[in-house]
């Protein structure tokens, strides 16, 4: 923390670190500053142009995710020359897209949409032209459209900075930039892990969960916290359901540790086995050689006589249990104390005894 | 785990994930981090580009953090004892060790000091095949760091030498003092979502919950009251013995809950014999694995995104697991079935949620004491965490270790059970890839991971690929003392000369058919890692 500093932002005195952004403290002091490449982790770039205030002195708008406070300054986030310029950068980037929220996975969950409409923008001045890329459905985990690109560069510093997997970068700049794997290839062609930390981090409709295409719109969607199935790092993460079906699955910056967001490939796009009609749905017993559905009842009065007869014959110590890495600590905890207490022999153990 | 235990007195990760983005040092020995543990990797490569941390990797394969690494010493498989005794050598002939440290926090260093005395750069260069320069400056760079912190994963453990190997780094991040600090510790990365907590709640065949030995009497007369039981006073069997047991015909009747041996376990052709053997087999699992389909009685459970419960992390944080949506047909959460079990053969259950479970499991688990499914709604909690006052641990033995002081093991060098002859020339090792998991029943049924990694590859150096005709995406069969499998090759600089790689998520190429079952001596782990094998283009 740095010494603290005193200023004014829209008439009042706040006071902020002198290592704060213009848009921290005023984040921190509950004044409103719209961002669009700003995000959280990574670099401010000050790319977007629409976090722009007017401060004192300055000869011109200054971009609040870039600018240090200083003490004494004095700050005006809503004036008439900020607003037009924030109009102006969010009527070019609509003009310059292909932005038909009628179809769009990200209707309802976009920070442009939200901006048009927080400006109070009727249509753009400028005439509506989409670069005209072909959509990425090459892969069947990410779809990209790039004609809904604003070039904000999240998904580049997500990838660089946050993941560090160092796939994405701008191809160009200027104009007619684009951001993508190096070559300009599909991310199934790249060195992409398919992380799927560019897709929680595009603020738009570029990049969306392919699956998910068409299977909820954003506030339809449920989301249950808990935490991922796979490895040991534990990842917290918001299960996506619509009517009881699963649509995918997304970081939540909101969660703080272990994974503050992140997610890997498995976490992410490897939820299909939950749902899948290959799960057992109903106990077998083996009839003559063969497994046959049967009730639960059945099921566990033929096991309470076996290990019962087991037990009576041969000792409890003919019985061994393996419990689950996969299962939860209740379910371990029970498991133990039923091969313990229930069957009376300490064979129990689990098959990763890493 | 044995490893950790006998040097701190306690087997878990010593410090925490979010702890690596701000260290001055990362040594990672036998992980592939960015593949089995993506997002602990970020934090890896974020100490490495954002914070100019260092680092340095030791593993035989050229793993993708190698990429970013500072030092990358690529040793013969199966010879981390005699590098990191090598490492030792050096940082105590050049005095660069914490002797404040040492002399305060530690036991055991004369004994250790004259064991890695022979362990000269240049003599283990012949070994590890690591050259004494690079060596030496690993060594140096490690003992230099004020803070470093260790990572280690399957590359470690599943030797035959499994414990030596963990001993060994435990000595290693002792004899620098960088045990008991933020930022430092020896940290074990685990492979499975909840392989710390099963341990944690006991399932192993010698310990309570919380690692509360069942051979103490006054420990197991406190379940016994707890439990209303009599309970037994004699350690079980370990998975490994248990298989040997059912062939023998002492074991008789097996219970197996979420877990599938048939593919995970070494020397499948053993386990299926084994289970052959059984007078009865229940299985209880999501899917009908190549185990179920040999089971009297299958029950179908409902999966993680079906129940409540908790697990516990790699880096002890116990975190809350909720229903998402309801379990298909007639499936049920397990800890029902158990309960229900326990009924029925007059040992009465009565538990109506989880979260009365957690109650009981907190009661007689001392590190979960202050545990409860309120203090973890948020976020989840790191054990140690003795009552609901206690903010919970994020790094261990701060001022004490666990055991009190910790203990060096003067560890000596031993080579795997196995190593390449004339007949098996080539050094197989084993392991995970990025898009599956496990034995790949949950992953393959995803469009995406299956698309992105299709089938198992057999990696294989170009030189050695060259010589015996093999072309990448060529056929190859892999043979060894036990058995035999097909699968594609891929030529790849990855994979040393002499050594191939292949993972173990596809029944149709069962690694496991391959490997060696000879057991750590300690902690009962499988020789996964190295095995002698012959490579022939099909
Ligand atoms: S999915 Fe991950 S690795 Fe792939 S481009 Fe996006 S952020 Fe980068
Ligand atoms: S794809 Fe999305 S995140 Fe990436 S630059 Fe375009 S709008 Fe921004
Ligand atoms: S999302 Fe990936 S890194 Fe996170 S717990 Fe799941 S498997 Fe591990």
Redesign the interface.
Same mark, same amino acid.
Request: glycine share 8%; with cysteine.
């Given at each position: 923390m740095g010494n603290t500093v005193s200023l004014t932002m829209d008439g009042k005195a706040i006071e902020a670190s002198e290592d704060q952004t213009i848009l921290e403290a005023a984040r921190e002091n509950g004044i409103y500053i719209p961002t669009l490449c700003q995000y959280a982790g990574t670099t401010n770039v000050g790319a977007c142009r629409v976090c722009l205030v007017e401060v004192e002195k300055a000869r011109s708008l200054v971009a609040s995710c870039c600018m240090p406070v200083s003490s004494g300054m004095v700050i005006r986030t809503d004036t008439k020359a900020v607003r037009d310029a924030q109009r102006m950068i969010v009527e070019f980037l609509w003009a310059s897209g292909d932005h038909n929220c009628l179809a769009c996975e990200s209707n309802g969950a976009c920070e442009l949409q939200d901006l048009v409409y927080w400006l109070g923008i009727e249509k753009p001045r400028f005439p509506i032209e989409p670069p005209g890329y072909a959509v990425e459905k090459t892969n069947t985990m990410i779809s990209r459209d790039l004609n809904k690109c604003i070039l904000c560069g999240r998904c580049v510093r997500a990838c660089n900075e946050i993941q560090v997997n160092e796939v994405l970068d701008f191809a160009r700049r200027g104009y007619r930039a684009k951001v993508g794997p190096a070559f300009d290839a599909d991310y199934i062609n790249s060195e992409c892990y398919f992380c799927g930390e560019c897709v929680d981090a595009c603020p738009v409709g570029a990049i969306t969960f392919a699956q998910a295409r068409f299977s909820g719109r954003p506030w339809e969607l449920k989301k249950t916290r808990t935490t991922c199935t796979y490895c040991g790092v534990g990842c917290q993460m918001d299960i996506n359901t619509h009517n009881g079906k699963i649509v995918k699955v997304t970081g939540n910056r909101n969660y703080g540790l272990p994974n503050q967001g992140s997610l890997c490939v498995k976490g992410k796009f490897a939820i299909d086995f939950v749902q899948h009609p290959d799960r057992l749905k109903t106990p077998l017993i083996r009839k003559n050689g063969i497994l046959t559905e049967a009730t639960w009842d059945e099921a566990y009065d033929l096991i309470a006589r076996n290990f019962k007869t087991i037990k009576e014959t041969h000792g409890p110590d003919s019985i061994a249990g393996l419990a689950s890495a996969r299962c939860t600590n209740e379910e371990n905890y029970l498991f133990q104390k039923f091969m313990r207490a229930a069957i009376g022999t300490n064979n129990v153990d689990h098959c990763a005894r890493l | 785990?044995a490893g950790l235990a006998a040097a701190f007195g306690s087997g878990a990760m010593t410090n925490?994930?979010?702890e690596l983005e701000h260290t001055e040092l990362i040594l990672a020995i036998g992980t592939n981090t &960015?593949e089995?543990?993506?997002?602990?990797s970020?934090y890896v490569?974020?100490a490495?580009?954002?914070q100019a941390a260092k680092l340095i990797v030791i593993d035989p394969r050229e793993i993708t953090l190698t990429r970013?690494a500072d030092l990358w010493l690529r040793q013969n498989p199966g010879t981390d004892v005699a590098l990191i005794n090598g490492l030792m050598h050096v940082i105590i002939a050049e005095n660069l060790y914490d002797k404040d440290y040492v002399a305060t926090r530690t036991e055991g260093f004369d004994d250790l000091k004259k064991a890695v005395k022979k362990y000269t750069p240049q003599e283990m260069e012949k070994i590890t095949g690591v050259k004494a320069s690079d060596l030496e400056a690993a060594a140096r760079m490690y003992a230099k760091a004020g803070r470093a912190a260790i990572l280690y994963?399957?590359g470690i &453990?599943?030797h035959i030498s499994g414990t030596d190997n963990v001993k060994s780094v435990a000595n290693l991040a002792m004899l620098c003092g960088n045990v008991g600090i933020e930022g430092g510790g020896v940290n074990?990365?685990?492979?499975?979502?909840?392989?710390?907590?099963?341990c944690?709640?006991?399932?192993?065949?010698?310990v309570?919950?919380a690692y509360q030995k069942?051979s103490n009497d006054e420990l197991r007369e406190k379940?016994a009251r707890a439990?209303?039981?009599?309970?037994?006073t004699?350690?079980?069997?370990?998975?490994v013995e248990?298989m040997h047991?059912?062939t023998e015909g002492?074991?008789?009747?097996?219970?197996?809950?979420?877990?599938?041996?048939l593919l995970?376990?070494p020397d499948l052709a053993h386990v299926e014999t084994a289970l052959q053997k059984l007078?009865?087999l229940?299985v209880q699992?999501?899917?009908?694995t190549e185990t179920?389909?040999r089971?009297?009685?299958?029950?179908?459970?409902a999966?993680?995104?079906?129940?409540d419960?908790?697990?516990?992390? &790699?880096?002890r944080?116990?975190?809350?697991?909720?229903?998402?949506?309801?379990a298909?047909?007639?499936?049920?959460?397990?800890?029902e079935i158990?309960?229900?079990?326990?009924n029925?053969?007059?040992?009465p259950?009565n538990?109506t949620s989880?979260a009365e479970?957690?109650e009981?499991?907190r009661t007689l688990t001392p590190s979960y004491g202050g545990i409860t499914y309120e203090r973890i709604e948020?976020?989840?909690i790191q054990w140690p965490c003795p009552d609901t006052s206690h903010p919970g641990t994020t790094f261990m033995h701060r001022d004490k270790f666990t055991r009190g002081l910790g203990l060096f093991h003067a560890i000596d060098y031993r080579p795997p059970a196995e190593i390449p002859d004339r007949e098996y020339p080539f050094l197989l090792t084993t392991g995970r890839v990025?898009?599956?998991?496990h034995t790949g029943?949950?992953?393959r049924?995803?469009?995406?991971?299956t698309?992105?990694c299709p089938e198992s590859l057999v990696e294989i150096n170009p030189e050695d690929a060259k010589k015996l005709g093999i072309e990448n995406g060529g056929i190859v069969t892999v043979t060894s003392r036990r058995g035999t499998v097909t699968a594609k090759a891929a030529v790849t600089d990855r994979s040393p000369r002499g050594t191939i790689f292949m993972n173990f998520h596809f029944r149709e190429a069962a690694v496991n058919l391959l490997t060696n079952p000879a057991l750590d001596h300690v902690?009962?782990?499988p020789e996964y890692k190295v095995c002698a094998v012959k490579v022939e283009p099909a």
């Open positions: - | 785990m925490s994930i979010a &960015t089995n543990h993506p997002v602990a970020a490569k974020r490495v580009r954002s970013y994963s399957m &453990t599943q074990p990365l685990r492979g499975q979502n909840n392989v710390q907590g099963a944690d709640m006991g399932a192993l065949p010698d309570f919950p069942v379940f439990w209303n039981a009599t309970l037994p004699k350690p079980g069997l370990t998975v248990m047991a059912a002492t074991i008789k009747g097996m219970y197996i809950m979420g877990e599938n041996p995970s376990d007078d009865f229940v699992d999501i899917f009908l179920a389909k089971a009297h009685v299958v029950l179908p459970s999966c993680f995104a079906e129940k419960g908790t697990f516990t992390n &790699t880096e944080r116990v975190q809350r697991v909720r229903t998402v949506v309801s298909p047909g007639l499936a049920k959460p397990d800890w158990i309960r229900e079990l326990a029925r053969l007059g040992y259950m538990y989880p479970i957690m009981e499991i948020k976020e989840g990025l898009y599956h998991y029943t949950m992953t049924l995803s469009p995406g991971t698309e992105r902690a009962k782990i």
